[in-house]
Antibody, heavy 121, light 106 residues
């Protein structure tokens, strides 16, 4: 059974960098796309970006200037860094897996439980 | 940027059929999928690539995609189906979600 678990600080100060890690268990991290998705309280889902196990990335254009996603295959982990955060970045952050198919065919078949990150001083 | 539009809410009586729509420009040329999210839980994939149902998803969930509209249909809706539903598709270089639809079973 594939499991994804997010970890990282639950509180980040404005203008600082939000850093989260997703640990994958139950299957290899290879041959899949790994995404970060967020959901502000009471609102909808927003895709942040993905990384392929090989290291290639693709980011949401609206966040691209502030986002970095990296992968450590030896630890079965991938990470998110979002810099210059504001209160608008307060959200539940999910990590999720997509099968190795063309992006236009893509979907998220496994999700982490999500972690709430609050941006506040 | 590409937009997917969903009705904010849909109501259905138990046992009846619920239809939730997702509209986007030339959506039929893309592949739509659908997620169910219950309060305090992570989203769950219920339909992918327009019409396919993942293992473990009941047969009462089905999907279609034609023209500018993808539709999630729940036949014989049960109380346990009450949740938020989100559509999702790929456009250009981004995965995009619809704004979500709250399904109420009453």
């Amino acid at each position: 059974q594939v499991q994804l678990q997010e970890s990282g600080p639950g509180l980040v100060k404005p203008s600082e960098t939000l850093s989260l890690t997703c640990t994958v268990s139950g299957d290899s991290i290879s041959n899949y796309y790994w995404s970060w998705i967020r959901q502000p309280p009471g609102k909808g889902l927003e895709w942040i970006g993905y990384i392929y196990y090989s290291g290639s990335t693709n980011y949401n254009p609206s966040l691209k200037s502030r986002v970095t996603i990296s992968v450590d295959t030896s630890k079965s982990q991938f990470s998110l860094k979002l810099n210059s955060v504001t209160a608008a970045d307060t959200a539940v952050y999910y990590c999720a897996r997509s099968p190795p198919t063309a992006a236009r065919l893509g979907y998220f078949d496994y999700w982490g439980q999500g972690t709430l990150v609050t941006v506040s001083s | 940027s590409y937009e997917l539009t969903q009705p904010p809410s849909v109501s259905v009586s138990p046992g009846q059929t619920a239809s939730i729509t997702c509209s986007g420009d030339k959506l039929e040329d893309k592949y739509a999928c659908w997620y169910q999210q219950k309060p305090g839980q992570s989203p769950v994939l219920v339909i992918y690539q327009d019409t396919k149902r993942p293992s473990g998803i009941p047969e009462r969930f089905s999907g279609s995609n034609s023209g500018n509209t993808a539709t999630l249909t729940i036949s014989g809706t049960q109380a346990m189906d009450e949740a938020d539903y989100y559509c999702q598709a790929w456009d250009s270089s981004s995965w995009v979600f619809g704004g979500g639809t709250k399904l109420t079973v009453l």
